[in-house]
């Protein structure tokens, strides 16, 4: 009798155990990718402004917003991480592109603009102008789909100038003038 509930609550640590560790190896803690809930509908026509994916100017704006330089009141790398890495239990992974490739530019507008209620994501309107959201969306890009940029069209990332909306890109080198 007594033997059989010993080997049973065996059993049942032996499960945990192997629960445990099964989530701690799931991709660092965020488990498999999630879609984000689709952007409310004031936010679906909100898109990167023209030439701003991958522009390095734009970029580097966009790093100094993240970063604090630019007004240490907003400093999305105290809890992102610098190169995109979570510095703080909960905030997204920047660098798992496999997540990231889910979100539109709108979803990513939204949320910055609004924050993630019930989660330390605080809206930052009151302190980013939209054309500032807009900079800190494309920089926070580059840690897990450098190079890529949302066509609206495919709703996909593709590769930069591959887009619609991309700036107007200089006919290829080679390609025959038609
Ligand atoms: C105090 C910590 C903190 C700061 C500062 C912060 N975030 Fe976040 N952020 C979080 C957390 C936590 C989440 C995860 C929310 C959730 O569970 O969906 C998150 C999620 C996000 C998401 C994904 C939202 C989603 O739906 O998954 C984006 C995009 C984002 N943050 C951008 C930014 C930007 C840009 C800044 C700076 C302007 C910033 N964050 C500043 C904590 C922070």
Known sequence: ??????????????????????????????????????????????????????????L????????????????????HGKNGKPVKAGARDFR?????????????????????KGTKMKPWKSKLSEDEIWKVIAFEATFGLKGKEYDVATKKWVAAGASGSAPAAEAPAGDAAH
């Open 96 to 116: 798992r592109t496999e997540q990231m490739e889910l979100y539109s530019d709108s979803v990513w507008f939204w949320r910055v603009n609004e924050g993630v």
């Open 60 to 79: 580097e704006q966009g790093k100094a917003i993240y970063t604090g330089v630019q007004n240490i009141d907003v400093n999305c790398a105290s809890c």
């Open 1 to 58: 009798m007594n033997e059989y509930r010993n080997l049973r609550s065996l059993f049942v640590m032996g499960l945990a155990v192997v629960g445990m560790t099964l989530s701690a190896c799931g991709g660092g803690g965020e488990g498999p990718p999630k879609p984000p809930p689709p952007a409310p509908a004031e936010y679906a026509d909100k898109h990167m402004p023209d030439g701003y994916w991958n522009n390095p100017e734009i």
